[in-house]
């Protein structure tokens, strides 16, 4: 477990504020800097670490690194509203801790702002928030994680819970129309209208299981879970069975040797299948911290910790003296833009997804990875005490 921390370390000391060295996206497409849910993953995993370990470096660091995006005025380096980008919602979940840390106004006014979009962000016909303008009447299991968590925690801290309701309403529409009632598993994306190229006629959904997407759901619903007050008693007890349920299911799915997850889920070792890193690490947290905060039984600990470890020897190796985390599938969608590797056509197909390029040390991977080494952490801090 040392060499995640030695890894984490080393990617802060090797990044600059405006060139991160864990954003592979902005460095293969030469992207100048600007907000994006992926430096926002990498925020929150550094924020994970400081408050785990206190260490003021960690926070000293991602104080300058948000300061840096947000000018005294609290605008937003590269965000635009009009967008309407359920992506750009996740960099800000670290604004909450920040402000109260700091105290600096423009972080409230960012927040402020990004809960604007919210306000204005389109809706299907079920009240599901499109995932972005340019994808209309789309549901992705992404978007939860990008939103609710940061929905629900300005509602509880800004808004005395107003909209409470429409986060869980959220929840239960993508588990009414995005689960597959024979495995349990939720597929990546969902059209309302049936139009698009990559939905099925019958269900509007995608055709296969993304484990990233997943994780990116097992997150949502913890994350969304450590928010949402008690007092809101039916929520919680129903947001807690989506997650069991579909963490017992993808358990079934779980390599039997080492306990991680393909890139298509279900599909096991067809040729290109590789054990994907970020979603295995999410799925990893999302056992551990749930476990944690009682959301789970206590051994599902034990299922997050050994995927942990799993992740440790098997894709976070030493090359030239550097250690570097391994099979992180840069990026996967549908519709819109072409695909990044030969396959082309963004249509959900298994060929499509085993297609994407695979890559190093990418935030997508890297954060899910610090986040579950943070609940590793804050576990061996209760043993000692």
């Known amino acids: 477990m040392k060499a995640i921390n ?12 405006a060139k991160p060295i864990w954003n592979k996206e902005a460095i293969l497409e030469g992207h100048s800097p600007k907000w994006n849910y992926i430096d926002g993953c990498m925020a929150k995993a550094i924020l994970d670490m400081y408050e785990t370990t206190k260490k003021e470096e960690y926070l000293r660091f991602l104080d300058e690194f948000i300061d840096f995006y947000i000018d ?30 700091t105290g600096k106004t423009k972080y409230k006014q960012a927040l402020d702002t990004l809960y604007q979009q919210i306000t204005i962000q389109p809706r299907t016909k079920s009240g599901n928030f499109w995932h972005k303008k340019i994808y209309p009447h789309q ?28 986060v869980f309403h959220q929840f239960e529409q993508v588990y009414q129309l995005m689960r597959d009632t024979k495995t349990k598993l939720l597929y990546h994306g969902y059209d309302e209208t049936r139009d698009c190229f990559w939905s099925c006629n019958e269900s509007g959904c995608s055709k296969n299981f993304w484990t990233r997407s997943l994780g990116w759901y097992t997150m949502a619903l913890v994350d969304t879970l450590e928010v949402l007050d008690e007092q809101f008693f039916y929520e919680y007890e129903v947001l807690q069975g989506y997650l069991k349920e579909v963490l017992d299911a993808l358990l079934r ?31 990893a947290y999302s056992l551990m911290k749930g476990a944690r905060l009682k959301f789970l039984p206590a051994h599902y600990y034990d299922y997050g910790c050994r995927i942990l470890n799993s992740v440790a020897q098997y894709k976070l190796l030493k090359e030239d003296g550097v250690f570097v985390l391994k099979d992180i599938c840069l990026i996967a969608g549908l519709g819109g833009m072409p695909g990044k590797g030969d396959y082309k056509v963004r249509d959900g197909s298994y060929e499509y997804y085993v297609s994407e390029p695979i890559v190093d040390n990418d935030a ?20 000692r005490c």
Not at 6 to 17: P, Y
Not at 72 to 101: A, S, W
Not at 369 to 381: G, M, N, P, Q, V
Request: glycine share 8%; proline share 3%.
């Open 6 to 17: 030695e890894f984490f370390d080393s990617l802060i000391e090797r990044s600059t504020l």
């Open 72 to 101: 005294e005025g609290g605008t937003i380096l590269g965000y635009h509203m009009e967008d309407l980008n359920c992506d750009n919602i996740n960099e800000g979940k670290v604004l909450f801790r920040l402000y109260e840390l």
């Open 139 to 166: 549901i992705w299991l992404d978007g939860l994680y990008m939103v609710q968590p940061f929905y629900l925690t300005y509602e509880a801290k800004f808004n005395n819970n107003k909209n409470y309701k429409d």
């Open 253 to 283: 799915f779980a390599d039997p040797a080492t306990g991680m997850f393909h890139q298509v889920t279900d599909q096991g070792e067809r040729p290109g299948n590789c054990l994907e890193t970020s979603g295995t690490c999410a799925i």
């Open 364 to 383: 997508k991977g890297v954060a899910p990875l610090i986040f579950a080494y943070s609940e590793y952490l804050r576990k061996e801090e209760d043993k």
